[in-house]
C-alpha cells in the first residue's frame, strides 16, 4: 500500500498498536524461544524506528499493518519466526532497510523470506509496476512459498488487511488489486483449505469491484432469509427431531444460507437462499450414524452421496455430503466432525503442532505442483495461478500411492507425474490394473484422468516425445519434460547426421580416423577453436547444413592430406550425390518420422507433395508445402534463425502401413459421406472414423485407413484438400493413433 509522511499519532491509534504489541509478545513469550523473543523485540523496534514518519492512505500510521498481519500470524497458530518474519514483510519494499541488512540482524531466513514478499519495482518508475515487474514479482514470490510454505500465510494476510482498508485508496487501484486478489491470492486461499479466508477476500472483492450489485445482492439474501425463515426452521427442527430420537450426541445442526462471495461471478437474481444443512457432530465414526439415520427417515435423492471422510477432496475438505426431501423440499446435507469442520474452514492451521515440516508435508503436493512451474521461465504467473486454483482428481499408483492433478490431466500427465522417463516412453495405460478375474482395460496416453481409478502405466523403449504431446498433457512439469525431450532429440539427431556425412566421406578416402579421433586432431581442434565451436556444435551445424563442410574445411586448410591415408579432398559432387541425391546439396526424407524433421503445422505436407525446408535454430529442418501461404505472405524468411534448405521425399514407394486422416472442417450435412467417398474410390477401405463438434461451426473429424502405399495414400489427401469445407488435413503419426 502507498504511504505518506505523517508525525501526529492519534490516541485511538496509539490504543491500537499497544494493543497489538502486547497480543504479538504475549504470543511469541508462550510459543517461542528466548531467541524469538530477542527477535521479536528488535523488529518492533525496526519498524517503529523506519515506519515511523509513514501513514496509510486511510490516515492510520503504516506500523499498525505490519502489526495486525503478525497478530493474524498469531491467530492463525503459526510459529514465532513467521510472526517475526510478517513484522519485517514491508520494511525492504517501503524503507531504505535492504537484504544484506536484514541478513545482517536477523539472519539468512528472514532476509529470503522478507526479499520473497518484496515488490519488484523498476528504479525509473518507483510507484509503477509494469506486467514485467508484476510477473517478475510473482516469479520471485512463488519460489520463496515453495522454499517456506510460511511465506504462503504471511502474503495471504497481507493482501488481506490491505483488502480490509481499501476503501480508502483511488477507485482504478481498488479495481487493480481487487482483480488481482481474485486471480491470484483466492485461489491459494482456496487450495489452502482456507474456506473463511477465501470467502471474506471474495466478498471485498465484490464489495469493491461491483458495488452497486453486491448491495443489491445483500438485500435479496436478507428478504429471502425473512421469507423462507419460517420454512427452514421447520426443516431445521425436523433434522433435529429424528437425530435425537435415535440418542444420537450431535453438536448443532445449522442451515448453511447463500453467501455473498458466491454471487461475484452471477448477475441473475437470486433464486434460493437455502444450500443445505450442516451437521456436526463428534467424530468420525459419528458422521457416518448420522448418515444412516437421515437416510432412514427421509426420502434419498439417487448417486448424491459423497464420501470425502475416506477420500478428501483436493483442497483437504472432509465429509460426508447426501441430499434428501425434508418437508418435500430437495436438500443437501453436509455431516462433519467438529475437527473435520475447524479443518474444512482453517484448514491445516485449524490442528498442526507448530512443526514447519508438518506444514510443508500436509501441503506436498500443491507445493510441488508449484516447484515445478517456478523453474519454467515461459509460464506466466497468471497461468500459473489459473491453473492451482482448477478443480483437482485423485488418482493412485498400482502400490496404492495417491497423486493429484488438475482436472483434465491425462494419463500422459500421471506418467510424467510419477518418472520423467516413464513419460517419455508413455503409449498408454491400464485402468484398474490389480482387479481380478477382469478384463484389463487399456487407454491412450492422451485419455483423461478420472477420480479414484488406478493407473499402471505401457511404455514402449522405441517411442519418443514429439511436439504432438504438448497437446496431450495439462500440467507445467509435463510441459516442461516434453520441451526438454524434443529439444534434446533434435539435437542428438542434428549430431548424428553429422558425424555420418564426416564418417562417410573419411571411410570413402582411405582415412583410419573415425569422426571423434579426427575432431581431436591438433589441427582440426584449432580450427574449431578458431570459430568459436565445440565439437558436438560442429557436427550439428554440418548435419543440418548450416556450416558448409566443404567451405570449413577450405578455409582452415583441412582438404589437404598426406598420402598415409588421411583425407585428400573431403567434400566432391560424388560425396554430395551418395548423401543427400545429387551434388546440389538436397536432402533427402527416407523417413517421416526422424525428429530432425518437422513436418509444418500450417500446411502439414506428407510424401509425394512438392516441398521446401528450412533450418530453425540449428535443431530442425521444418518442412513446407512450396505453395504454403505462411511462407507466401511471410516476407521476411529467411532470417538470421530461418535458413531455406533444398529437401524432397526419398520414401520407398512399396512401404505400406496404416494411417489416420484428421479433418478440421466447417461443419455440415453430408460432409462424412463425400470424405468417406473419396477414400472409397481410391479402393482403400476404412477402418473406423471419429467425429466431434470444436464450436458451433466447426468439428473434427478423424479417420483411420487400413494399409496402404504412400502413393495411395497421397493421392487420397489430394483430393480432400481442395473440397471447400476443409480447413486443415493432416496425418497423425503412428504414435498419435
Known sequence: ???????????????????????????????????????????????????????????????????????????????????????????????????????????????????????????????????????????????????????????????????????????????????????????????????????????????????????????????????????????QKSLQTNIEKHNLVFHEIEPLFVHPASRIHKSEPIDHILNGFRIVVKNSLDCFQALGIVHTNYYVIPLKIRD??????????????????????????????EEMLKKNQYGIMSHWHGSPTELADYYRIYLSQLDQMAGDKDVRMLEVMSYVQSEQVQVYSPKGDMLVFPKGA????????????????????????????????????????????????ITDSRVHPKEEWLQQVKTAKSRSQIKKAVEQQKIINARNSGRTLLERKLRENGAELGAEKWLKLKAVAEALGAENLSANKFLQEIGLQKRPLQQFLRKHKLLQFESSGRLKEMISPEFWGNIFGSDKNIFLIDDVQNPLIKLS????????????????????????????????????????????????????????????????????TGILFQITKIIKDAGVAIINSASAAKNDTDADIRIKLESVTWPVFHKIVEKLRPLKFVKQIWEESPQES
Not at 309 to 333: A, H, K, M, V
Not at 416 to 445: D, F, M, Q
Not at 630 to 646: D, E, Q, T, Y
Request: hydrophobic content about 35%.
Open 601 to 668: 503445422s500450417c500446411c502439414f505436407p506428407i510424401p509425394g507433395d512438392k516441398i521446401l525446408g528450412f533450418i530453425h535454430d540449428d535443431k530442425e529442418i521444418e518442412i513446407h508445402l512450396v505453395n504454403c501461404p505462411k511462407i507466401i505472405l511471410n516476407k521476411k524468411l529467411p532470417h538470421s534463425k530461418v535458413i531455406p534448405i533444398a529437401v524432397s521425399w526419398k520414401i520407398s514407394k512399396k512401404i505400406s502401413r496404416s494411417h489416420v486422416i484428421h479433418l478440421h472442417v466447417i461443419d455440415g
Open 1 to 235: 500500500m502507498s504511504s505518506t509522511k505523517q508525525t501526529n499519532i492519534s490516541a485511538s491509534d496509539k490504543a491500537v498498536i499497544t494493543e497489538l504489541d502486547k497480543q504479538i509478545r504475549s504470543y511469541v513469550q508462550e510459543n517461542g524461544t528466548s531467541k524469538d523473543s530477542e527477535l521479536l523485540d528488535q523488529a518492533i523496534a525496526d519498524i517503529r524506528k523506519h515506519h515511523e514518519n509513514q501513514k496509510r492512505k486511510s490516515g492510520q500510521p503504516f506500523i499498525i499493518h505490519p502489526l495486525r498481519v503478525a497478530s493474524y500470524i498469531c491467530r492463525a497458530g503459526l510459529d514465532a519466526p513467521t510472526v517475526v518474519a510478517a513484522l519485517l514483510h514491508d520494511i525492504i519494499e517501503d524503507t531504505k532497510i535492504t537484504h544484506n541488512d536484514i541478513h545482517e540482524r536477523y539472519g539468512a531466513w528472514y532476509a529470503d523470506i522478507v526479499t520473497g514478499l518484496t515488490k519488484i519495482k523498476k528504479p525509473e518508475s518507483p510507484n509503477n509496476l509494469t506486467l514485467d515487474n508484476l510477473d517478475a514479482t510473482y516469479q520471485r514470490m512463488l519460489k520463496t512459498m515453495v522454499l517456506d510454505v510460511r511465506a504462503l500465510f504471511i502474503k495471504l494476510f497481507d493482501r488481506l488487511d490491505n483488502m480490509r482498508d481499501m476503501d480508502a485508496m483511488p477507485r482504478n487501484k481498488q479495481r487493480r488489486i481487487s482483480l488481482e486478489t481474485l486471480n491470484i491470492y483466492v485461489p491459494i486461499a482456496e487450495r489452502l483449505g482456507l474456506t473463511q479466508i477465501c470467502q471474506e477476500h471474495t466478498e471485498l472483492c465484490f464489495k469493491l469491484l461491483y458495488p452497486k450489485r453486491y448491495q443489491k445482492t445483500l438485500t435479496e439474501i436478507d428478504e429471502l432469509k425473512k421469507a423462507r425463515i419460517s420454512s427452514i426452521n421447520t426443516m
Open 410 to 457: 491425462t494419463v500422459l500427465d500421471f506418467a510424467y507425474g510419477i518418472h520423467s522417463e516413464l513419460g517419455n516412453h508413455c503409449i498408454g495405460a491400464l485402468v484398474n490394473p490389480s482387479s481380478v478375474g477382469t478384463s484389463k482395460k487399456r487407454v491412450p496416453r492422451e485419455r483423461q484422468l478420472f477420480t479414484g481409478e488406478a493407473l499402471q502405466i
Open 308 to 337: 470425502y471422510i475416506s477420500n478428501p477432496l483436493w483442497n483437504g475438505y472432509e465429509g460426508i455430503q447426501t441430499e434428501l426431501r425434508i418437508e418435500g423440499e430437495q436438500t443437501r446435507i453436509e455431516i462433519v466432525s
